[in-house]
């Protein structure tokens, strides 16, 4: 599990409790409605949650549980303090150092993949208390949320009432913009529960879906490629036939994909994964967002 991707974190912790939560569990293709992958990726997951130390069970009829209904974070190899006390120590250090110690670290735990959770388990902690607030219909206050767009740490009172399926964002109606709007969950300090109930509820809906879940507030990303035969083909297994029957076909076999999206991350790491089979067509916000994430590695 790569360091930079906490948006796999959440993916794994929602798929285990996914598998915990039925007794007599999923069908394959109830769990890809569920969660939003593809089949390969579902298998990937899989094997990581089996080394992490799950008992993950598959029937004779085809259906997926986790026995005993399993969280995610008795599994992880360090305490949620043992991770922050690492994660601090770590911060304070030379990039190139810390990551290093991060891999060192790693090559000496018997599970890789357990401490790499454990190391981001703050991020579950995180995923947990706003899954909570939505299932109560509570307001929370995200402190010291740290924006990518205008650079500034602040405290923001929303609404929290969905996650995009893959990509570790909430999405959440903000009170003092009026507005929805999608947070970076990996970009939150930390949550404070509050005790006012949701008063904007009617704002939550009524509102677009882009390819990835997330919910167009009122500054989306607009977004145009040209995908070659295999990247077209990669879409459609991933996002679905929907969204790939809404691609224009060109000559040569090649597609443009002209959509909004409510924020960069998705869409960022299917360019990114495809780059020899994909051309960004005038899309100079999102050519920007790139060029930061590909010179930030």
């Not at 094997?47 to 069970?57: A, D, P, S, Y």
């Not at 507005?179 to 970009?187: A, H």
């Not at 790939?244 to 790491?269: A, M, Q």
Request: net charge neutral.
């Amino acid at each position: 599990m790569k360091q930079d991707d906490p948006g796999k974190l959440l993916r794994l912790f929602r798929l285990a409790n996914l598998l915990g939560s039925r007794k007599h569990g999923y069908l394959l293709q109830e769990i890809l409605e569920h969660t939003g992958v593809s089949r390969r990726t579902f298998y990937r997951d899989i094997q990581i949650l089996e080394k992490c130390g799950f008992e993950v069970e598959k029937t004779g009829s085809g259906r997926w549980y986790i026995e005993r209904g399993q969280d995610l974070s008795d599994r992880l190899t360090f305490s949620v303090d043992e991770a922050r006390l690492l994660r601090e120590t770590l911060v304070g250090l030379p990039k190139e150092t810390s990551k290093l110690l991060r891999q060192k670290i790693e090559a000496l735990s018997e599970t890789g993949s357990s401490l790499q959770l454990g190391y981001q388990s703050k991020l579950s902690q995180t995923y947990s208390e706003l899954q909570e607030a939505i299932s109560k219909k509570k307001q929370v206050q995200l402190l010291d949320y740290h924006s990518f767009r205008s650079g500034t740490v602040s405290n923001r009172t929303v609404e929290p009432f969905s996650f995009q399926s893959t990509n570790g964002i909430l999405n959440a109606y903000e009170l003092s913009s009026k507005q929805v709007k999608q947070f970076k969950i990996d970009r939150i300090g930390s949550i404070k529960p509050l005790d006012q109930t949701w008063q904007f509820e009617r704002f939550h809906a009524g509102v677009s879906d882009d390819p990835f879940g997330g919910i167009l507030g009122e500054s989306p990303w607009h977004v145009s490629l040209i995908l070659d035969e295999i990247a077209a083909g990669i879409w459609k297994e991933e996002r679905g036939s929907f969204w790939f029957l809404r691609l224009e076909e060109l000559e040569g076999k090649r597609y443009r994909l002209s959509e909004k999206f409510s924020h960069p991350f998705g869409i960022g790491r299917f360019t990114l994964g495809l780059w020899d089979h994909i051309e960004v067509e005038g899309s100079p916000d999102f050519s920007a967002y790139l060029h930061h994430i590909i010179h930030k590695k």
